[in-house]
C-alpha cells in the first residue's frame, strides 16, 4: 500500500480504466485479498451479497478470453462508419494477459430467496448491489496502486460457459487487475478523442428533471 492513506476523493479522482499501462506483473495475494475484501463489504439490498467473484490468473485461460474479446472488437470496429472507427482504432480495450489476473464478478438474484428487503418494487437494485462492489474493487485497487479494466466486449453466454457459472447466475463484469506503471492523468476515450466527459452542471437538476 502508498505510505501514506490516499483519500477516497482523491482514489476518485484517479480511477482510470486501465488498458496499457499493466506491468506484467501478477498482483500480490496480499493486494488481492484486501481489494476482494473492499469489494464484499459493499452495500447490497437486504445484506443479500449477490456478487460472487472468480479469480482468474492461469495464462491459457487469460489467453483464450482474450482471443474471444478481440473477435467481438473486430465486430464493434467493423460496425462503425468509417470516422468513429478510424477514432477507435488506436483505442486499447482490454488488457486480459498483460494484467495477469481477471475477476469475474457475477450476480445471483436468488441470493435472499424469494422476498428480499428493499428489492419488491425495484428489481434492479439487486443488480446495482453487484455493481457496487465492483466500484469498492475499484477504488481499493487504486489506493493499493493497481489498475483495473473493466472488460465488456464479450459475449454474455460464452464468459458463462467458460467460467462454468450456474444456472441462474449472471456473469456481470470481467475485471484485469494488475500493477501498473502509471495512471493517465486523462481517461483514455478523452484522449483518443472518442468522447469527452461533460460539466457537473449538466448533470444536476433541482427539484425536477
Request: with cysteine; charged share 25%.
Amino acid at each position: 500500500m502508498t505510505s501514506e492513506p490516499m483519500s477516497v476523493y482523491e482514489a476518485i479522482r484517479m480511477r482510470r480504466d486501465v488498458r496499457a499501462e499493466f506491468t506484467g506483473e501478477q498482483i500480490s495475494e496480499e493486494q488481492l485479498t484486501r481489494i476482494l475484501e473492499a469489494g464484499h463489504a459493499a452495500p447490497s439490498v437486504g445484506n443479500t451479497q449477490p456478487w460472487d467473484f472468480v479469480v482468474v490468473q492461469k495464462p491459457e485461460t487469460l489467453a483464450t478470453f482474450a482471443e474471444h474479446v478481440a473477435g467481438c472488437r473486430r465486430d464493434f470496429a467493423d460496425s462503425l462508419p468509417e470516422d468513429r472507427r478510424e477514432t477507435f482504432d488506436p483505442i486499447k480495450v482490454e488488457g486480459i494477459t498483460e494484467s495477469g489476473t481477471g475477476i469475474v464478478v457475477t450476480y445471483d438474484p436468488n441470493r435472499g430467496g424469494t422476498h428480499v428487503l428493499g428489492r419488491r418494487t425495484v428489481d434492479d437494485t439487486g443488480v446495482f448491489s453487484a455493481v457496487l462492489a465492483i466500484q469498492n474493487i475499484w477504488l481499493a485497487a487504486v489506493a493499493e496502486g493497481v489498475g483495473v479494466g473493466w472488460v465488456s466486449f464479450y459475449e454474455e453466454q460464452y464468459l458463462t460457459e467458460m467460467m462454468n457459472v450456474p444456472e441462474g447466475v449472471r456473469p456481470i463484469a470481467w475485471l484485469c487487475v494488475g500493477p501498473v506503471s502509471k495512471f493517465q492523468e486523462t481517461p483514455d476515450l478523452v484522449r483518443f478523442g472518442w468522447r469527452a466527459g461533460r460539466p457537473l452542471a449538466e448533470a444536476v437538476h433541482r427539484e425536477s428533471f
